[in-house]
């Protein structure tokens, strides 16, 4: 059973910062490129940063300098701290794991942290 778990999401004022954490449940998570999402009222869901299993990164351009994405394999988490934090940040985010074995392409999807952030 695959689970990820989303925290970290709360109200900040703008310029603030919050960190939001993924807990990952299963034997997957090394192998697995990690992702931060986000969807704002009636827009489509977004890729924030992902993450490889090499460690690589990558970034919206809304988001380069000041959102940084990194996981820690030990503990099957991955993070995503956000400073400078703006308005149009506001939404909930989520957490995705892909991986592909054996042909077979797996993805999951967390439930979901809201973010607001006050101006």
């Known amino acids: 059973q695959v689970q990820l778990v989303e925290s970290g999401g709360g109200l900040v004022q703008a310029g603030g910062s919050l960190r939001l954490s993924c807990a990952a449940s299963g034997s997957f998570f090394s192998i697995s490129s990690m992702g931060w999402y986000r969807q704002a009222p009636g827009k489509q869901r977004e890729l924030v940063a992902g993450?490889?299993?090499?460690?690589?990164?990558n970034y919206a351009d809304s988001v380069k300098g000041r959102f940084t994405i990194s996981r820690d394999n030990a503990k099957n988490t991955v993070y995503l701290q956000m400073n400078s934090l703006k308005p149009e940040d506001t939404a909930v985010y989520y957490c995705?794991?892909?991986?592909?074995?054996?042909?077979?392409?797996?993805?999951?999807w967390g439930q979901g942290t809201q973010v607001t952030v006050s101006s």
């Open positions: 995705n794991a892909y991986w592909v074995v054996a042909g077979i392409t797996y993805n999951h």
């Open positions: 993450i490889a299993s090499s460690g690589s990164t």
